[in-house]
């Protein structure tokens, strides 16, 4: 299994347009980071959680050639902005692509993207098959997808396990009944946008609990803003098996 970081920052990524912060004006690689996506290939499937505003951007740098499946973890548009640019491979595969998320979330879709769901369609607009999803699992072929219900303030999201990995980004409560669903993961991922408490997403020291609580091999930190510091600082202060996720990073390991 493969796991890349596609983008790690926040809703406006680091730099941030006009900031003359030290971590938007930072020379280390690591600061540069585009909104949070990732890539997920496994028997034989490319997967994408999210495609936002830099979808482009993020598939032309990590060379991506074949994608079969979206996953939608909400309907912000730091996490949809970039849906229109699916149709790049609707080109090369010659079929629609297959995008799953929430009855909500397609929706969104549906008012953000109305030509794409028009009766009568332009030439050449994304073609999609969307599946509704909850949180209950789903395959994609013979790959299972578990679903984890957290919240984003009040908004219901959704994170997603494959075998031994889980992903949840723009959160900041996860039920107690949802929680067995990550237990034995080796690969943790939980945003944690700053230091300080945030309406809507964990800090830095929530996510560590969570890492703590869980017991990962590793947790890794996403969903970054510039407010949380430079990454050579940060990373000093993390515990062990914690670290802040960065853009282009991979993960690779056998399924146990």
């Given at each position: ?242 670290e802040l996720a960065v853009d282009e990073q991979v993960l690779e390991w056998e399924n146990g």
């Open positions: 299994m493969k796991v890349t970081f596609l983008g790690t920052g926040t809703s406006q990524g680091i730099p941030i347009i006009a900031c003359d912060c030290s971590v938007c004006q930072s020379g280390d690689w690591r600061d540069k980071r585009l909104r949070t996506s990732v890539m997920i290939e496994t028997e034989g499937k490319t997967l994408v959680v999210d495609t936002g505003p830099d979808f482009r951007e993020q598939m032309l740098r990590a060379n991506v050639k074949k994608l079969d499946a979206v996953l939608f973890t909400h309907e912000h548009r730091d996490h949809i902005g970039g849906l229109d640019d699916i149709r790049a491979f609707n080109f090369i595969h010659q079929q629609p692509m297959d995008m799953y998320g929430e009855e909500r979330v397609l929706k969104a879709l549906q008012e953000m993207y109305p030509y794409i769901f028009a009766e009568k369609k332009y030439p050449g607009i994304p073609e999609l098959n969307f599946s509704v999803i909850k949180t209950s699992p789903f395959s994609i072929d013979n790959i299972e997808i578990i679903p984890i219900r957290a919240y984003h303030y009040k908004l219901p999201v959704l994170g997603f396990r494959i075998h031994d990995f889980t992903y949840i980004t723009d959160a900041n409560r996860i039920p107690e009944e949802e929680k067995y669903k990550i237990e034995g993961s080796r690969y943790l991922v939980i945003n944690g946008l700053r230091k300080e408490k945030h309406i809507s997403h964990f800090t830095v020291d929530e996510a560590v609990a969570l890492f703590e609580e869980f017991k990962p091999e590793k947790g890794l930190i996403i969903h970054i803003s510039h407010q949380l510091g430079l990454t050579a600082d940060i990373e000093k202060e993390l515990p062990q098996g914690v």
